[in-house]
Nanobody, 116 residues
Framework: QVHIVESGGGLVQPGGSLTLSCVAS????????VGWYRQVPGKQREMVASVSSFNTARYADSVRGRFFISRDNAKNTVYLQMNSLKAQDTAVYYC??????????WGKGTLVTVSS
């Protein structure tokens, strides 16, 4: 059975940093693109960053230069380093694994709150 578990969320002040982790079990992330998404109540879920199986990273314009995604295939884990956090970054952050064969797995999310 596949499990995707996000962790590392919490309360942080504006300008602060957090690192989120996405750990997969029951599946190897090696051949998957892994993405971080976020959602606030009343809005659509949006892609924040993704990293392909070839280690190519993509970022939403709103986070480029502040967030950095990385993967450790040996640990079956993907990280999202978030710097210079803003109130607008407050959301539930989700991890998604997907590939070209239509396989897709989501985690249940971790809440990030940016507030003074």
């Amino acid at each position: 059975q596949v499990h995707i578990v996000e962790s590392g969320g919490g309360l942080v002040q504006p300008g602060g940093s957090l690192t989120l982790s996405c750990v997969a079990s029951g599946v190897s992330i090696t051949s998957y693109t892994v993405g971080w998404y976020r959602q606030v109540p009343g809005k659509q879920r949006e892609m924040v960053a993704s990293v392909s199986s070839f280690n190519t990273a993509r970022y939403a314009d709103s986070v480029r230069g502040r967030f950095f995604i990385s993967r450790d295939n040996a640990k079956n884990t993907v990280y999202l380093q978030m710097n210079s956090l803003k109130a607008q970054d407050t959301a539930v952050y989700y991890c998604r694994l997907f590939n070209g064969d239509g396989m897709e797995y989501w985690g249940k999310g971790t809440l990030v709150t940016v507030s003074s």
